[in-house]
């Protein structure tokens, strides 16, 4: 690793870290309440008032929306992805490793939900079952099983074959142990990489739903709501939409450097195996 991607990797790391910090910690930082209105400042600019990063439209801290959102969006990022590997993987596992029947069956139903638009997904999800955080996040990690699952499943076609699998075999274990105790171990890893990068694409996904008003009703603050609410003063208040998108932007930038060098470190590893 040169210096120069070691120097870009750790502020990476470092931007990630921060955000998880304000997203943990909101409610003791030093911000008014992310709903509570400054009639005097209406989309304040940075400084003015005593609101560090200004107003929105409606007079509300911009800084102390961005620290609650990001519980929004770090939330749904986390456990999207995780509902999507832990089922994805499952599946994926299991198609790689039975083949045949299992396999044309998972692969069969895999195709048939990636050929329905998520986005439709989506809104029906929301429309049926309300706009809420639960919501949100079972729907996005329902559209990220598919993906998790081909990468699953490719890993464990690879890994089937290696000398470690064979001998398992030839000493007897079971399926359930071979799975368990060889495949499952090494397939796990590049999913854990893989998973910071679908991270990105769900805080996306979310940040779209925001603008939209398909994410979690307002007045509760989310990124992707407060880029949408900036539209109507962005000629005179460009602040109140450009400081959310360049904290998503920066988010979204630090989690694909991340999962892209992690990845780069496992390919290299596998490839000194």
């Given amino acids: 690793m040169d210096k120069k991607t070691g120097i870009v990797f750790w502020l990476a790391t470092a ?9 943990v910690s909101a409610g003791f930082w030093s911000v008014p309440p992310p709903d509570q209105i400054d009639w005097i400042n209406l989309a304040a600019k940075p400084g003015v008032g005593g609101h560090l990063l200004g107003t ?11 620290l609650f959102g990001a519980r929004i969006s770090l939330t749904v990022g986390f456990f999207s992805p995780c509902i999507g590997l832990f089922f994805g993987c499952l599946l994926g596992v299991l198609a790689g490793f039975y083949r045949d029947y299992p396999e044309k069956m998972i692969g069969g139903a895999i195709d048939t939900f990636l050929a329905f638009p998520r986005l439709v997904f989506l809104l029906m999800a929301t429309f049926v079952f309300g706009s809420s955080l639960p919501t949100l996040t079972i729907a996005l990690g329902v559209v990220a099983i598919p993906s998790f ?31 368990l105790r ?14 910071l990068l679908v991270m990105g694409f ?70 000194q195996l």
């Avoid at 060889?182 to 999913?191: C, K």
Wanted: negative net charge; aromatic residues 8%.
């Fill in 15 to 23: 931007w990630i870290g921060f955000m998880m910090v304000c997203a």
């Fill in 182 to 195: 060889e495949i499952l171990p090494n397939v796990l890893m590049p999913m854990l990489v893989y998973m």
């Fill in 149 to 179: 699952a081909r990468v699953a499943r490719a890993n464990t076609i690879r890994f089937a074959e290696r000398e470690f699998v064979l001998a398992a075999r030839g000493a007897g274990a079971s399926d359930a142990a071979i799975i």
């Fill in 202 to 271: 769900v805080i996306i996904a979310e940040g779209g739903l925001g603008f939209l008003g398909l994410s979690v009703p307002s007045p509760t603050p989310s990124w992707g709501g407060m880029i949408a609410e900036g539209r109507e003063v962005l000629e005179q208040a460009p602040h109140v939409s450009m400081i959310p998108t360049i904290v998503m932007f920066l988010t979204i930038m630090s989690l694909n450097l991340v999962g892209d060098r992690m990845r780069g470190w496992f390919d290299g590893r596998e490839s």
């Fill in 56 to 66: 929105d439209n409606m007079g509300r801290d911009i800084a102390a929306r961005l």
